[in-house]
């Protein structure tokens, strides 16, 4: 305030009156260029500040109808939301952070319709409509459910269904079964195994009465029949959850092998592989088997004797008439008197005899009926490799070094049981020990700096922040100080300044110098002795150079 009205009391201008003054001076193209200086600066700050507050945009819908997608744009626009579409023009993009909000707007409106319709077709039914309108209603609200669900699979991007449903008719006879067709359209890349196929096929049969799964047909985009067709590796004779089972035994002897292992040589320092025989085969076999006949220890089931005698009486007389007389009265022979033993009593009748015996045996039978499981091991080779074990001299250098005998020997042990080795069934097993490249080789190597997503992001944003700082160190030095430089006015100076520069600087003091020397020398020793003085008049000699060159 001293200042101001110390200027204002000797008549000197003001800094802001100066200012004035001195742009007033320039000349027209000199503020013409000053204005349009500015302008730029100003504009080049905008459009940093806009470019750093630019929102990121994110996805709100894709792969919409074309019904859809207009009638989301125009509530978009209704709603005043900035949007844009992908470069491929299959989503509509708005800022990220309304993403969620917008969503749920649209939802309340019903938006997206989508190309299907479910069962909220039936809602809306009108008065007086005909049977037959209310049945194809009703097919066409299962079909687009059945369609939905089927498109809730991760490779199923949209699908299809016809339902072909026959009028029901009171005569067996007449009667026709339901059939279904689905259209999937599944995504670049992806496709439907054996098992999703079956999955959607019981699915549409399980939804539709009396519909049959061999009466449903599933086609993709590309016009291939999905259902029915044959499984290359059941053609091949392999099936593939025999694949896995296999898969699965091996990985079960691996972990064995491993839990034995891992304390005594390290997760790292060992690999270890199996391959199993696995016998699929389906065997059944009936044997019926008897001891050999006869058997001293077999038992009589049945014996059965008959025996049968005759005897026949000799020719008795001479031949002629008298052998033809009739025969003696009989006799008993209890009564009949004994003969005596020399003399000979005539001829002996002849004894025919005859003897049959049936024995039967018990049957020694033995019937086996045999049916092997399925997935028995046949056979097993492991393969193991041990890493080299690190060793560390007197000198402290450390060294890898072969494992001994011994040690192979006791890991081939501990292997061999973890197995259940068998010599009978043919098992293999080899350990050998060999130096590893590295026993962290399974780990994935570190990503560089410059590709690290944190880094990437934290790079973006010191970016922004150094394109707001160049911004502005240019509009300040390039356009804000040139321009206060050619506009402010001069430091007004104090009241010692002034009378310093109206007094009179004299070098010779009263004394005239006579020669150049002396002058100089009486000057430096103004200078020793009065340095203001001297400052002054350098400062003096200064300003009138530059009034010059104005």
Do not use: C
């Not at 003001?14 to 200086?37: D, I």
């Not at 391959?275 to 065997?283: E, G, L, P, R």
């Not at 007389?325 to 020399?342: F, K, R």
């Not at 130096?435 to 080789?441: E, I, Q, R, V, Y």
Request: glycine share 6%.
């Amino acid at each position: 305030m001293a200042t101001a009205d110390t200027a204002a009391a000797r008549g000197t201008p003001l800094p802001a009156q100066q200012a004035l003054q001195r742009f007033n001076e320039l000349s027209q193209r000199q503020k013409l260029a000053a204005a349009a200086a500015i302008a730029i600066a100003v504009a080049m700050l905008v459009g940093v500040w806009l470019w750093t507050r630019a929102p990121d945009y994110a996805v709100l819908f894709s792969n919409l109808e074309e019904r859809d997608g207009g009638a989301i744009v125009t509530a978009l626009q209704q709603q005043n939301v900035p949007y844009r579409f992908s470069p491929g023009g299959g989503a509509i993009l708005i800022p990220s952070q309304m993403v969620h909000d917008v969503r749920l707007r649209l939802a309340a409106q019903g938006l997206p319709k989508g190309g299907l319709v479910g069962f909220e077709l039936m809602e809306n039914q009108k008065l007086g409509v005909s049977q037959f309108h209310e049945q194809v209603n009703f097919q066409r609200a299962l079909e687009g459910e059945l369609a939905r669900t089927i498109q809730s699979i991760a490779s199923v991007a949209s699908a299809r269904v016809h339902l072909a449903i026959p009028k029901q008719s009171g005569f067996l006879r007449d009667e026709q079964k339901p059939t279904a067709s689905v259209m999937v359209n599944l995504h670049p890349g992806r496709n439907m195994d054996a098992t999703q196929v079956a999955g959607v096929v019981h699915l549409i049969a399980s939804s539709v009465p009396q519909l049959a799964n061999d009466r449903v047909s599933v086609v993709d985009q590309n016009g291939t029949l999905l259902t029915h067709r044959a499984d290359p590796l059941r053609t091949a004779g392999l099936d593939a959850t025999q694949l896995s089972y296999v898969r699965e035994v091996e990985s079960g002897y691996i972990r064995r092998i491993e839990t034995i292992l891992n304390p005594i040589v390290g997760a790292e320092n060992f690999k270890a592989q199996v391959t199993a025989d696995v016998d699929f085969n389906q065997v059944e076999a009936t044997a019926e088997t008897f001891k050999p006949n006869p058997s001293p220890d077999q038992a009589i089931r049945s014996q059965q004797t008959n025996e049968q005698g005759m005897r026949d009486p000799a020719a008795q007389g001479v031949p002629g008439a008298l052998s033809n007389q009739p025969p003696v009265p009989a006799t008993a022979p209890i009564t009949s008197p004994s003969v005596a033993s020399g003399t000979t009593a005539g001829p002996v009748a002849a004894f025919n005899g005859n003897r049959a015996a049936t024995i039967n045996y018990e049957l020694d039978r033995t019937i086996q009926h045999t049916r092997q499981a399925l997935g028995q091991v046949r056979r097993l080779s492991v393969a193991v490799v041990v890493n080299h074990r690190n060793e560390t001299l007197p000198n402290g250098v450390t060294r890898t070094v072969a494992l001994s005998d011994d040690e192979i020997a006791r890991i081939t042990n501990l292997v061999r049981e973890a197995m259940g080795f068998s010599q009978p069934r043919g098992d293999s097993l080899n350990v050998s020990s060999a130096p590893f490249t590295t026993a962290k080789g399974d780990v994935a190597p570190a990503l560089p700096v410059w590709k690290d997503p944190e880094m990437v992001d934290l790079g973006k944003e010191a970016l922004k922040y150094a394109v707001i700082l160049i911004a502005l160190a240019f509009v300040y030095f390039g356009v804000i100080r040139p321009l206060l430089r050619s506009v402010a006015p001069p430091p007004a100076a104090t009241e010692t300044e002034e009378e310093d520069e109206d007094a009179v600087v004299s070098l010779s003091h009263g004394v005239p110098a006579s020669n150049f020397d002396d002058k100089l020398a009486r000057a430096k020793e103004l200078a020793k002795s009065d340095p203001r003085v001297v400052a002054n008049l350098i400062k003096e000699w200064m300003g009138s150079n530059e009034d010059g060159k104005k």
